[in-house]
């Protein structure tokens, strides 16, 4: 089983859609929950993160963590073409400077 | 003012030539890491330096030969190159909780 398992996609939806994506996790040392997002050809940027369990929003978007059951989510409200990307989910224990683990990426599609 | 540059972005070789990519940041950050990323957008740790030592070696090809002149910039030296190498290769620099991405270096062996 991998440590971070990310269904690919790809997703698409019509413009204004609620979005939601979705990671599961197997180690319970994760403290850090990211989500980034990826334009095709470029670099990943960070969203947002959450420490911990819990809900956090951030304008159309709003992160989830579950550590009770291994499972975050992204959800994006009124979902725009511009939306259009790669999310990844990626995690971290706390403390030190461990590297990201990721999620396999969820390609998002938003049709005007 | 980019954060974390790569250089170059694209790179077309053929097998066995020896390589060399770029990766500086002006974040202030103490670790850097190599992230390679496969045709299906997986990314996956290769090395993490701290303070110009490295930490984490994931089990990569020694090949792949990272340095670090000091703790703003970290390159990544290919000997031999291969076709399976072809990839994106990404440069991150990271506080203690976010890390940030340079470009990405398109590598394509031929």
């Known amino acids: 089983q991998k440590e971070v398992e990310q269904d690919p996609g790809p997703l698409s939806v019509p413009e204004g859609a609620i979005v939601s994506l979705n990671c599961t996790y197997s180690n319970s040392a994760f403290q850090y929950f990211m989500w980034y997002r990826q334009y095709s050809r470029k670099g990943p940027e960070l969203l947002m993160y959450?420490?911990?369990?819990g809900n956090k929003e951030d304008g159309r978007f709003t992160a989830q963590v579950d550590k009770s059951s291994k499972y975050i989510s992204l959800f994006i409200r009124d979902s725009q073409p511009s939306d259009s990307a790669t999310y990844l989910c990626a995690m971290r224990p706390s403390g030190g400077n461990t590297p990201l683990v990721f999620g396999k990426g969820t390609r998002l599609s938003v049709i005007a | 003012d980019t954060a974390v540059s790569q250089t170059p972005k694209y790179l077309v070789t053929q097998m066995g030539n020896d390589k060399s990519i770029k990766c500086e940041q002006n974040?202030?950050?103490?670790?850097m890491y190599w992230y390679k990323q496969d045709s299906k957008k997986f990314l996956k740790i290769m090395f993490s330096?701290?303070?110009?030592?490295?930490?984490i070696n994931e089990t990569v090809p020694n090949r792949f030969s990272p340095k670090s002149p000091d703790k703003a910039h970290l390159n990544l030296h290919i000997n031999s190159l291969e076709l399976g190498d072809s990839a994106v290769y990404f440069c991150a620099s990271s506080n203690t909780i976010e890390a940030f991405f340079g470009q990405g270096t398109r590598l394509t062996v031929v």
């Open positions: 330096y701290n303070n110009k030592e490295l930490i």
């Open positions: 974040l202030g950050h103490d670790t």
């Open positions: 959450t420490y911990s369990s």
